[in-house]
């Protein structure tokens, strides 16, 4: 039994946040697909048409057409946006299980997602007040970063 790269779902979610990025025809989608998680994941037009026609009746894209050009380019509608933003727990753990990076660095809320992701395995097995030492000593540490970045602000 072949076991498949993506698991239920995560494709179409991976299709959304790489149309977060940027508007992208399917071919490019591809490309980007294969740049990312080759060789270990192949894209083919098999797999992601239907995805981005599903995606495209759910409402989260729409088509428009690429300038000067007969090329059918794929964005994401404010509905994608949300749904994306909806699933960023289910996007942390596959960036985690891949180790391929698909959320913005640019959102903490992308960020303390994965870092969610990285540590709920670890549940039950290390020491709770411990672990709560050293996440209060990283949120005052978070929180001096933000003092620093009002300051140099004014």
Known sequence: MTSRFFRHGE???????LL??????????M???????GPRYRA???????????LE?????EEERARGTSKTVYRNTDAGIQALAARGELLAELEIRTGVRLAGE???GALLDRFKA?????????????????LDQAATRIERLQRSATRRQK
């Open 57 to 61: 009746t759910e409402g989260l894209i």
């Open 11 to 17: 494709l179409p979610l991976v299709l959304l946040a």
């Open 31 to 37: 490309a980007e697909l294969a740049r990312r998680f």
């Open 20 to 29: 977060a990025e940027r508007p992208r025809h399917g071919y490019e989608l």
């Open 106 to 108: 640019d959102s903490l």
């Open 44 to 54: 083919s037009p098999g797999s992601i048409y239907p995805a981005l026609e599903a």
């Open 118 to 134: 990285r540590l709920l395995p670890l549940a039950g097995i290390v020491d709770p007040v411990a672990a709560a030492g050293v």
